[in-house]
Nanobody, 128 residues
Framework: QVQLVESGGGSVQAGGSLRLSCAAS????????MAWFREAPGKEREGVAG????????YYSDSVKGRFTISQDNAKNTLYLQMNSLKPEDTAMYLC?????????????????????WGQGTQVTVSS
């Protein structure tokens, strides 16, 4: 059973930075597809960054491209999301997701229905 535990959220001012971590059960990082999603009140769950942890290929939504970086640490079984130049519209609950079987990941990584394993989330609040 894949387990995911996020941490690193908090409150920052616009322009600031945060690094989120997703601690995963053994071997999840390096063998599965993983992604960061966010969910704001009244909005649908949105994929912000995805990674094929087998080859390190990364994907980003247009709203965060150039500001956020997804990365992995295989030795620590941890996924990261470095968030720079944060904006008030980045305020949301951020969730880590994983699944070992996603075909055409480059096209489907943003779809939450493709993932069977989710963390509980960590809140990010950006004030103006």
């Amino acid at each position: 059973q894949v387990q995911l535990v996020e941490s690193g959220g908090g409150s920052v001012q616009a322009g600031g930075s945060l690094r989120l971590s997703c601690a995963a059960s053994a071997y999840t990082v390096r063998t599965t597809y993983m992604a960061w999603f966010r969910e704001a009140p009244g909005k649908e769950r949105e994929g912000v960054a995805g990674i094929d942890t087998r080859d390190g290929r990364t994907y980003y939504s247009d709203s965060v491209k150039g500001r956020f970086t997804i990365s992995q640490d295989n030795a620590k079984n941890t996924l990261y999301l470095q968030m720079n130049s944060l904006k008030p519209e980045d305020t949301a609950m951020y969730l880590c997701a994983a699944d070992p079987y996603i075909t055409s990941f480059g096209y489907k990584w943003m779809d939450p229905v493709e993932y069977n394993h989710w963390g509980q989330g960590t809140q990010v609040t950006v004030s103006s």
